[in-house]
Protein backbone atom coordinates (compact mmCIF):
# COMPACT_ATOMS: atom_id res chain seq x y z
CA UNK A 1 0.00 0.00 0.00
CA UNK A 2 3.10 2.42 0.69
CA UNK A 3 4.31 1.76 -2.60
CA UNK A 4 1.48 2.41 -4.31
CA UNK A 5 1.02 5.60 -2.31
CA UNK A 6 4.42 7.28 -2.89
CA UNK A 7 3.51 6.04 -7.04
CA UNK A 8 0.41 8.31 -6.76
CA UNK A 9 1.96 11.21 -5.03
CA UNK A 10 4.98 10.82 -7.34
CA UNK A 11 2.85 11.03 -10.67
CA UNK A 12 0.56 13.92 -9.10
CA UNK A 13 4.38 16.35 -9.00
CA UNK A 14 5.36 15.87 -12.44
CA UNK A 15 5.40 19.18 -14.22
CA UNK A 16 2.81 19.74 -16.92
CA UNK A 17 5.36 20.05 -19.41
CA UNK A 18 6.55 16.50 -19.18
CA UNK A 19 3.71 15.17 -20.14
CA UNK A 20 2.75 17.02 -23.34
CA UNK A 21 0.98 20.13 -21.87
CA UNK A 22 2.27 23.28 -21.16
CA UNK A 23 2.22 24.87 -18.06
CA UNK A 24 0.19 28.00 -17.80
CA UNK A 25 1.96 31.50 -18.32
CA UNK A 26 2.88 33.72 -15.06
CA UNK A 27 0.18 36.54 -14.38
CA UNK A 28 -3.69 37.09 -14.67
CA UNK A 29 -4.98 33.63 -16.22
CA UNK A 30 -7.73 32.90 -18.52
CA UNK A 31 -11.35 32.15 -18.61
CA UNK A 32 -10.24 28.62 -18.98
CA UNK A 33 -7.93 28.10 -16.12
CA UNK A 34 -9.62 29.65 -13.82
CA UNK A 35 -12.57 27.60 -14.32
CA UNK A 36 -10.14 24.45 -13.48
CA UNK A 37 -8.86 25.85 -10.65
CA UNK A 38 -11.79 27.20 -8.93
CA UNK A 39 -14.17 25.20 -6.78
CA UNK A 40 -17.46 25.05 -7.75
CA UNK A 41 -18.48 24.91 -3.99
CA UNK A 42 -16.88 26.67 -0.78
CA UNK A 43 -17.38 26.05 2.71
CA UNK A 44 -17.68 28.74 5.37
CA UNK A 45 -19.73 29.65 8.32
CA UNK A 46 -20.89 26.12 8.43
CA UNK A 47 -22.29 26.06 4.91
CA UNK A 48 -21.27 25.74 1.60
CA UNK A 49 -21.81 28.12 -1.08
CA UNK A 50 -21.91 27.91 -5.03
CA UNK A 51 -19.10 30.06 -6.32
CA UNK A 52 -20.15 32.44 -10.05
CA UNK A 53 -17.21 30.59 -11.60
CA UNK A 54 -17.60 33.67 -14.45
CA UNK A 55 -17.11 36.33 -11.41
CA UNK A 56 -13.95 33.84 -10.36
CA UNK A 57 -10.00 35.01 -10.97
CA UNK A 58 -7.00 33.92 -10.88
CA UNK A 59 -3.29 35.11 -10.99
CA UNK A 60 -0.43 32.74 -11.11
CA UNK A 61 2.74 33.61 -9.81
CA UNK A 62 6.05 32.16 -11.62
CA UNK A 63 6.94 29.18 -9.32
CA UNK A 64 3.30 27.90 -10.35
CA UNK A 65 1.59 29.07 -7.25
CA UNK A 66 -1.87 30.37 -7.24
CA UNK A 67 -4.15 32.97 -5.40
CA UNK A 68 -7.94 32.55 -6.66
CA UNK A 69 -11.08 34.76 -5.83
CA UNK A 70 -14.75 34.33 -6.58
CA UNK A 71 -17.60 35.85 -5.77
CA UNK A 72 -20.32 33.60 -3.90
CA UNK A 73 -23.92 32.83 -3.82
CA UNK A 74 -24.43 34.19 -0.13
CA UNK A 75 -28.67 33.58 -0.41
CA UNK A 76 -28.39 30.71 2.66
CA UNK A 77 -26.57 33.59 4.70
CA UNK A 78 -28.35 36.07 7.32
CA UNK A 79 -28.17 39.48 6.00
CA UNK A 80 -25.28 40.84 8.39
CA UNK A 81 -23.16 37.89 7.07
CA UNK A 82 -24.24 38.60 3.05
CA UNK A 83 -22.84 42.30 3.73
CA UNK A 84 -19.41 41.59 4.85
CA UNK A 85 -18.87 38.11 2.98
CA UNK A 86 -19.11 38.96 -0.89
CA UNK A 87 -16.25 36.65 -2.42
CA UNK A 88 -13.92 33.85 -1.52
CA UNK A 89 -10.14 33.98 -1.11
CA UNK A 90 -7.81 31.38 -2.17
CA UNK A 91 -3.92 31.59 -1.86
CA UNK A 92 -1.03 29.07 -2.01
CA UNK A 93 0.82 31.92 -0.78
CA UNK A 94 1.27 34.39 2.26
CA UNK A 95 0.12 37.84 0.90
CA UNK A 96 -0.19 41.62 2.33
CA UNK A 97 -2.51 43.93 1.80
CA UNK A 98 -2.25 47.55 3.23
CA UNK A 99 0.84 46.18 5.83
CA UNK A 100 -1.50 43.15 6.93
CA UNK A 101 -0.28 39.59 6.52
CA UNK A 102 -3.07 36.90 4.64
CA UNK A 103 -1.32 33.43 5.46
CA UNK A 104 -1.65 30.90 3.16
CA UNK A 105 -5.35 29.44 2.78
CA UNK A 106 -9.17 30.63 2.66
CA UNK A 107 -11.02 33.30 3.39
CA UNK A 108 -14.44 34.67 3.25
CA UNK A 109 -13.86 38.39 1.92
CA UNK A 110 -15.85 42.12 1.17
CA UNK A 111 -15.42 45.28 -0.01
CA UNK A 112 -17.52 47.41 2.29
CA UNK A 113 -17.89 51.49 1.60
CA UNK A 114 -17.39 52.24 5.21
CA UNK A 115 -14.78 49.58 6.26
CA UNK A 116 -13.01 49.15 2.94
CA UNK A 117 -11.47 45.61 2.20
CA UNK A 118 -12.46 43.19 5.21
CA UNK A 119 -11.29 39.84 5.56
CA UNK A 120 -12.89 36.80 7.36
CA UNK A 121 -11.81 33.12 8.55
CA UNK A 122 -14.06 30.49 7.75
CA UNK A 123 -15.77 31.08 11.09
CA UNK A 124 -17.05 34.53 10.11
CA UNK A 125 -14.74 35.84 12.63
CA UNK A 126 -13.20 40.01 11.27
CA UNK A 127 -9.33 39.34 10.77
CA UNK A 128 -8.73 42.74 9.83
CA UNK A 129 -9.41 45.40 7.30
CA UNK A 130 -8.33 47.61 5.16
CA UNK A 131 -8.86 50.79 2.88
CA UNK A 132 -9.65 50.21 -0.73
CA UNK A 133 -9.10 52.38 -3.73
CA UNK A 134 -11.83 53.16 -6.25
CA UNK A 135 -10.47 53.50 -9.64
CA UNK A 136 -13.15 56.30 -11.23
CA UNK A 137 -12.01 56.33 -14.83
CA UNK A 138 -12.14 52.60 -15.00
CA UNK A 139 -14.47 51.40 -18.35
CA UNK A 140 -16.44 47.96 -18.18
CA UNK A 141 -15.86 47.10 -14.89
CA UNK A 142 -16.85 43.44 -13.87
CA UNK A 143 -17.86 42.69 -10.54
CA UNK A 144 -14.45 40.76 -9.78
CA UNK A 145 -11.51 40.19 -11.71
CA UNK A 146 -7.80 40.98 -11.22
CA UNK A 147 -5.26 42.64 -12.74
CA UNK A 148 -1.27 42.86 -12.96
CA UNK A 149 0.17 44.96 -9.91
CA UNK A 150 3.19 46.81 -9.80
CA UNK A 151 5.40 44.06 -9.83
CA UNK A 152 5.47 40.08 -10.79
CA UNK A 153 4.28 39.02 -7.33
CA UNK A 154 1.85 41.72 -6.64
CA UNK A 155 -1.83 41.83 -8.45
CA UNK A 156 -5.11 44.21 -7.78
CA UNK A 157 -7.93 42.45 -7.09
CA UNK A 158 -11.32 44.27 -8.04
CA UNK A 159 -14.76 44.59 -7.13
CA UNK A 160 -16.52 46.63 -9.58
CA UNK A 161 -13.78 49.86 -9.78
CA UNK A 162 -13.19 49.59 -6.33
CA UNK A 163 -9.66 47.39 -5.55
CA UNK A 164 -6.82 46.47 -2.95
CA UNK A 165 -3.69 45.75 -3.83
CA UNK A 166 -1.96 42.17 -2.81
CA UNK A 167 1.61 41.63 -2.59
CA UNK A 168 3.11 38.02 -2.14
CA UNK A 169 5.43 38.49 0.80
CA UNK A 170 8.46 35.10 1.65
Not at 67 to 82: E, H, K, W
Request: charged share 20%; glycine share 10%; aromatic share 8%.
Amino acid sequence: MRLMMRLVLAVCVIPAASYGQTAPAPGVQPPAEVERLMPSQVFFRSQSATVQIRNSAAFRYSDGMVTLAGIVDTSGYSTAQRETYQFYLLTDVPLEAGGKRIAPGAYGCGFLPEKGFIVLDLGGNELFQVPITREAAMTRPRPLQMMPGANADGLKLYVGRDFVTLQRTR
